[in-house]
């Protein structure tokens, strides 16, 4: 991603990275090179996203499309959020996230990002008010 943010000419590998997205914690990738020349040649982009909104983007999937997807696919959610924000993609522009990876696929990380359980007797009414009605 540097590589295309500082426009450089060749794609340079980043010795420990470090994120959620295990899948895509490859400092070093094999199609690095391919992948920079496929982005310059579609006239594309690249947008670097943090743990925190892998997480959100993760959460607003399941809460408005029912898509449970594992970190490295949320990223790519993530990822064009920030650049609508950032007016680099139109809101009204069509866009393809590719979101693969079931939420399965990492449960553990799901553990750690969820909030605590909460614990209601099994009994209508209460199950009701936890729902807030």
Known sequence: ???????????EPEESPETIATAIRIGNPVNGPKALKAIRESKGTAEGVSD???VQAQRM???LEGIGAEPASASSIAGLKKLVDQGVVAEDERVVCVTTGH????PQEVIDVSEPLVKVPAEYGEIVKQLGD
């Open 52 to 54: 925190e909104e892998i």
């Open 103 to 106: 939420i399965l696929k990492d």
């Open 1 to 11: 991603m540097d590589a295309i943010k500082q426009d450089l000419e060749e794609f």
């Open 61 to 63: 999937l399941a809460r």
